[in-house]
């Protein structure tokens, strides 16, 4: 089983301002296969980053994703309102799919 | 746009056998794609369950293997989970989601179904 982790457990930022949360891996992801996810309250995850750096569609390219190996980034360029959510990632490139534990992004 | 809704009971006793169903709109299961379930205990974070390809093979999170059937339905277009001897540990919200493998990303997902486990 691969273990993600995440940090900060909590982010607090204003609107407008850049965002940068990290995912590490305890072993190394194969073929960078790493999934962002943003999840507002009582709603669904929904997909922003796959393959470490490709957006899902529709997905405002304020979202980048980065990284390889253990070390991947998904930086929030400018803050929107919409954007104050929990942020998952995921690896998918061992047959057992993990999920970090979550940053949440909160109004400072 | 494909949909997916989730179906089931909202309580189920301990020990018993937690059954769900999701059923996609607007895509025919059998026609590709992954489809999976993950879940997500209140106030945590997400776990996967497991995938079944689109031609009806299962693939499972090793931990819940034992306890876990995955079932499709071409002919309803749905998807079912099947949870075995369930504990309190076992209340989450259940989401289903489409993938493109496996092992998988998830690019549409139901709404969820909240399960408590009580007696």
């Known amino acids: 089983e691969i273990v993600l982790t995440q940090s900060p457990a909590t982010l607090s930022l204003s609107p407008g301002e850049r965002a940068t949360l990290s995912c590490g891996a305890s072993q190394s992801v194969s073929r960078e296969y790493l999934a962002w996810y943003q999840q507002r309250p009582g709603l669904a995850p929904r997909l922003l980053i796959y393959?470490?750096?490709k957006r899902a569609t529709g997905i405002s390219d304020r979202f980048s994703g980065s990284g390889s190996g253990t070390d991947f980034t998904l930086t929030i360029s400018r803050l929107e309102p919409e954007d104050f959510a929990v942020y998952y990632c995921q690896q998918y490139g061992d047959s057992w799919a993990t999920f970090g534990p979550g940053t949440k992004v909160d109004i400072k | 746009q494909v949909q997916l809704q989730e179906s089931g009971p909202g309580l189920v006793r301990p020990s018993e056998t937690l059954s769900l169903t999701c059923t996609v709109s607007h895509f025919s299961i059998n026609r590709g794609y992954y489809w999976g379930w993950i879940r997500q205990p209140p106030g945590k974070g997400l776990e996967w369950i497991g995938t079944i390809s689109h031609s009806g093979s299962p693939y499972f999170n090793p931990s819940l293997k034992s306890r876990v059937t995955l079932l499709l339905d071409t002919s309803k277009n749905q998807l079912s989970l099947m949870f075995s001897s369930v504990t309190a540990a076992d209340t989450a919200m259940y989401y289903c989601?489409?993938?493109?493998?496996?092992?998988?990303?998830?690019?549409?997902w139901g709404q969820g179904t909240l399960v408590t486990v009580s007696s």
């Open positions: 989601g489409r993938g493109t493998a496996a092992s998988t990303w998830f690019d549409c």
């Open positions: 393959d470490a750096s």
